[in-house]
């Protein structure tokens, strides 16, 4: 089952800036290797998308990355500090939404909730903070145990916006989210963007919600990345190519390594393919085949098909 | 100006927001030196990320159709000629695009010239009386 399939994907984001990376991340829960030897690399300013199936290690990275989780071995640099030796100062600086819908504080009001964290953090917008619990409908009066999961992920990232942090970690954000609410939350993080320069990591199984926010991709499976690359380079690089083909056809040999999923049937083909448009265009048509379509995937078909092609293989 | 983002559309979001631009111009909705929306107020109502809107502005001003001026917002530049330029040049890329939809459905230059010089017979184009709805 260690069988290695062959990164079709970059995954080196090359020199920088970031604001957060890892080397050599690992992570055993037991026997399970949750983190296996992770290379995260997250520039500075970036909005990076961090997919992943349920049990992938993303909320394992995040919760390690906020110093919540002991690392084993490698390294992890978060704004400059390692979280295992100086988990407070970096918990400072990040504004973070949990997995995890319920809260410590469960007998707190929310207002109560809110001004706790005002004290915390020096950097604390009290104005701002005020706009978004209007926006979100927030009832300060509310008890923290009392609130649906909906009302929770609210508060929480009321919390992790209000302060202004330079880093975002978004664990399933739009989690337990209504349409209108989920809609709301990617208008508000539009102007966040737009207001404050803010690095953001969000981990989700569910894409397609963040997509048009997003601009570095990391697709994240069995605790190592499958491909990380600004989401403009997916977008040129990694296309679905259709075409008829004649029965009993051969791929063309230097394609291989770089089909990250073969559909089709007996004589058509639909692959997904990573590399140059013309080159790979090219070589299928040398081979025989009749390209008739080329079109790129989204952030989320492109997740699909890495991680099901894994799967296949 | 009204803008509609589609994730089917497989253009970048950047490249869809300058088309709007440019669709904006051609219908008159958008003429020279009228303001642009602030790059905060279309990300968030987009739901993109500001940079993608800044990314369209660079792009349209390189191109000659804005000037960013800096704290007071992104204008159409003041010698824009849309009727010139811009119409050809939407004109060209919807023409592209048709052009590939057809191939992928095994059709010919041909084929979409016969049924659009049919069309314009039967229905009277309505290039130009138009609201801003696109």
């Known amino acids: 089952m260690t069988e290695m399939v062959p990164a079709a994907l970059p995954v080196d984001l090359g020199n920088g800036p970031f604001a957060v990376t890892t080397r050599g991340l690992a992570k055993r829960f037991g026997s399970v290797r949750a983190l296996d030897g992770l290379d995260l690399q997250v520039p500075e300013g970036a909005v990076y998308v961090l997919v992943g199936p349920n049990g992938a290690g993303k909320s394992t990275l995040i919760r390690t990355l906020m110093g919540l989780v002991r690392y084993q071995a490698g390294s992890v640099d978060v704004l400059g500090r390692d979280p295992a030796d100086r988990g407070a100062e970096v918990r400072a600086g990040i504004g973070y939404v949990p997995e995890d819908y319920r809260f410590g504080y469960a007998w707190m009001t929310v207002g109560r909730l809110l001004e706790h964290q005002a004290v915390y953090h020096p950097s604390w917008d009290a104005e701002y903070a005020r706009r978004l619990r209007a926006r979100y409908e927030i009832d300060p009066g509310r008890k923290c145990h009392a609130l649906s999961k909906g009302q929770s992920r609210r508060v929480q990232l009321v919390l992790a916006l209000a302060h202004r942090p330079p880093l975002l970690l978004l664990d399933e954000p739009t989690d337990g989210l209504d349409h209108v609410v989920r809609d709301e939350t990617l208008s508000i993080l539009s102007e966040h963007l737009a207001d404050s320069p803010t690095t953001v990591v969000i981990s989700t199984h569910r894409v397609y919600e963040v997509e048009p926010l997003v601009d570095h991709v990391g697709v994240l499976a069995g605790g190592r990345l499958l491909g990380q690359l600004p989401r403009d380079e997916l977008h040129m690089g990694l296309l679905r190519y259709w075409a008829d083909v004649p029965e009993g056809w051969r791929p063309p040999r230097e394609l291989s390594g770089r089909v990250v999923r073969r559909n089709g049937s007996a004589r058509m083909i639909e692959w997904t393919v990573w590399g140059d448009r013309d080159a790979v265009t090219r070589g299928l048509s040398e081979a025989g085949a009749a390209v008739r379509d080329v079109a790129p995937v989204s952030v989320d078909e492109a997740a699909v098909a890495l991680l099901s092609g894994r799967e296949a293989s | ?134």
């Open chain 2, 1 to 134: 100006m009204k803008i509609r983002l589609s994730h089917a559309d497989g253009r970048p979001l950047y490249v869809q927001i300058m088309d709007a631009v440019r669709s904006g111009l051609v219908r008159g909705s958008l003429r020279p030196k009228d303001p642009l929306p602030s790059v905060r107020d279309l990300s968030s109502s987009l739901r993109v990320n500001p940079r993608t809107v800044s990314q369209a502005y660079a792009e349209l001003e390189r191109d000659g159709l804005v000037q960013v001026r800096h704290g007071k917002g992104t204008f159409v530049a003041p010698g824009v000629r849309p009727e010139e330029t811009e119409r050809p040049r939407l004109a060209r890329e919807v023409a592209r695009r048709a052009l590939a939809d057809a191939s992928r459905y095994g059709l010919a230059l041909a084929d979409l010239m016969t049924a659009l010089g049919e069309m314009d017979r039967k229905v009277p184009m309505e290039t130009t009386a138009h609201g801003d709805n696109s």
